[in-house]
């Protein structure tokens, strides 16, 4: 006889877990409530009492919820049973049956399906830096048509910053997700020795980093290659010719233009045509490791598909050529959430099999754009994998919306409306002090002052609103309750838009910032 599966619930989430469970068979899944109204509050007490002396024999395993605090282990000692951790909500339960993975005790089993994804990938991925066929290499870094494309951030405008700047911000781009540092000039000045000097500083601190110098200026882009880069963007007919005894041996990124001259193809043949004449001369120079870049465009002017459409023909007809995009062109310039942009910008890259995405996150309206291409790509590239569209896998670039309801359904009783104030901010000050709450995006804080009689005494810093809202309650410095909520309230906006990587201003409404 075939045995079936014990799942335990609270009485708010019945509802739901049953409207979830109904197409499977009561051969096959049984059901039980417990005497405890939310799910998560369930504990191991709770459940010897209710299935003491129960019997437990036709059931496989007892699958119990998510957020259930608690060791397992004894409480499957006791009953004789093995008892896993399903998922946290009752929506991933038919799921979480489905999928077939190995239940564990510890960790929920939601939780279990996004790990077991990314595994996949990472092993995908890592199979593929062993054996896969690379058309050429930066640095270590391998490049192809079968390799995940690579993600190559730009520090813009580097010699106005500072080298410790330049470090902070290389820093914070690799853990976000990119594989090189692109070093960007400023156009019209000749910074050559600084490039230099920043360069050789990001060499010695990130060894296996690939780094590309950013320029047309030729005398710049010799001192970067002096220097160490990997990778130099660009060469155009412009300024091939007096740049052709450059190093051969690292990579150069070609583009359809005569900058010198004002040549710029806009047709997209013509951009083709134009392109493979500037790489034909690279070759004759002896150039042989070539990025090839068709030039992407910002949407409506000049027009987004106009230079999809030369990375298209480009593609067809010189698959074997390895192409770069800048697709901070796009995000950069349409006042957009830049997450949903670069969603969909992941897959065409991918779909266009563009080896490099160059990418930055040069305004405000811009932060996180390394994170989300990462993220954007692994999405794509999995699905292209496995032949479906990127829908459904571990990795998604949902923030601010939700693919399913996760609460249960509560019943409705004697619904009292608020009553709006005209007056909100009804301001009475709290004798032990008041606050200043701002966050520092490149330090991933919220940070607090503390003043008393408009003298700063302290500041704490976090990431977490309840835990430095604790602190600050802990320290006894809020003695009016709507002082407290008025702090909270900050506190948690601030934590949404640092997660969020929005800009956050106090006494101002989410949706005004």
């Known amino acids: 006889m075939n045995k079936k599966i014990l799942i335990l619930t609270g009485k708010l989430a019945e509802k739901d877990v049953k409207k979830y469970l109904s197409k499977y068979s009561q051969d096959d899944i049984e059901i039980k409530v417990l005497d405890i109204s939310l799910a998560a509050f369930i504990t191991p007490k709770?459940?010897?009492?209710?299935?003491?002396?129960?019997?437990?024999?036709?059931?496989?395993?007892?699958?119990?919820?998510?957020?259930?605090?608690?060791?397992?282990?004894?409480?499957?000692?006791?009953?004789?049973?093995?008892?896993?951790?399903?998922?946290?909500?009752?929506?991933?339960?038919?799921?979480?049956?489905?999928?077939?993975?190995?239940?564990?005790?510890?960790?929920?089993?939601?939780?279990?399906?996004?790990?077991?994804?990314?595994?996949?990938?990472?092993?995908?991925?890592?199979?593929?830096?062993?054996?896969?066929?690379?058309?050429?290499?930066?640095?270590?870094?391998?490049?192809?048509n079968n390799f995940p494309p690579r993600i190559l951030a730009e520090i813009v405008d580097a010699p106005k910053l500072t080298i410790d700047k330049i470090i902070s911000k290389a820093k914070y781009y690799l853990e976000n997700g990119a594989d090189m540092l692109d070093i960007g000039g400023i156009v019209g000045e000749n910074n050559s020795r600084k490039l230099i000097e920043i360069i050789e500083e990001l060499k010695s601190k990130f060894k296996d980093v690939p780094i590309s110098i950013d320029s047309l200026n030729p005398e710049e882009i010799e001192s970067g290659v002096e220097a160490g880069a990997d990778l130099v963007l660009s060469l155009d007919a412009g300024n091939l010719n007096e740049l052709k005894n450059l190093d051969k041996k690292i990579c150069y990124t070609i583009i359809p233009t005569n900058v010198k001259k004002g040549i710029f193809p806009t047709d997209p043949e013509k951009r083709v045509e134009k392109l493979i004449e500037n790489i034909t001369i690279a070759k004759k120079f002896g150039f042989t490791k070539i990025l090839a870049d068709p030039l992407l465009e910002s949407p409506i002017k000049p027009g987004i598909m106009n230079s999809l459409m030369g990375y298209y023909q480009f593609n067809k007809k010189y698959p074997t050529i390895p192409t770069l995009a800048g697709i901070g062109n796009v995000f950069e310039l349409i006042d957009a959430d830049s997450i949903g942009i670069n969603a969909i910008l992941a897959s065409i890259v991918i779909e266009l099999n563009i080896s490099v995405c160059l990418t930055t996150e040069y305004s405000k309206k811009s932060r996180k754009a390394v994170e989300e291409i990462t993220t954007g790509i692994k999405m794509a590239y999995l699905a292209n994998y496995k032949n479906q569209p990127p829908i459904g896998l571990p990795f998604n670039l949902l923030k601010a919306k939700s693919k399913k309801d996760l609460i249960p359904s509560y019943q409705i009783k004697d619904e009292k409306l608020t009553r709006e104030m005209k007056n909100l901010f009804n301001y009475v000050s709290d004798p032990l002090g008041y606050f200043k709450i701002w966050i520092d995006h490149s330090m991933k804080k919220i940070f607090v002052n503390y003043y008393k009689n408009d003298q700063l005494i302290f500041t704490i810093s976090g990431t977490i609103a309840e835990i430095i809202g604790k602190e600050l309650i802990k320290k006894k410095l809020v003695s009016r309750l709507d002082h407290a909520l008025y702090l909270g309230r900050e506190l948690q906006k601030a934590e949404i838009c640092l997660f969020l990587g929005k800009s956050y201003a106090q006494d101002v409404k989410f949706y005004e910032i």
């Open 46 to 144: 709770l459940i010897i009492n209710r299935l003491k002396g129960y019997d437990l024999s036709e059931y496989k395993y007892i699958l119990v919820p998510g957020l259930m605090v608690g060791d397992l282990l004894p409480l499957e000692k006791s009953l004789g049973i093995k008892i896993y951790r399903g998922p946290k909500y009752a929506c991933d339960i038919p799921v979480v049956l489905e999928s077939q993975i190995e239940l564990s005790r510890d960790i929920s089993a939601d939780k279990l399906l996004i790990d077991r994804g990314v595994d996949e990938y990472k092993s995908i991925v890592g199979e593929l830096n062993k054996s896969g066929k690379e058309l050429l290499k930066i640095g270590n870094l391998k490049i192809g």
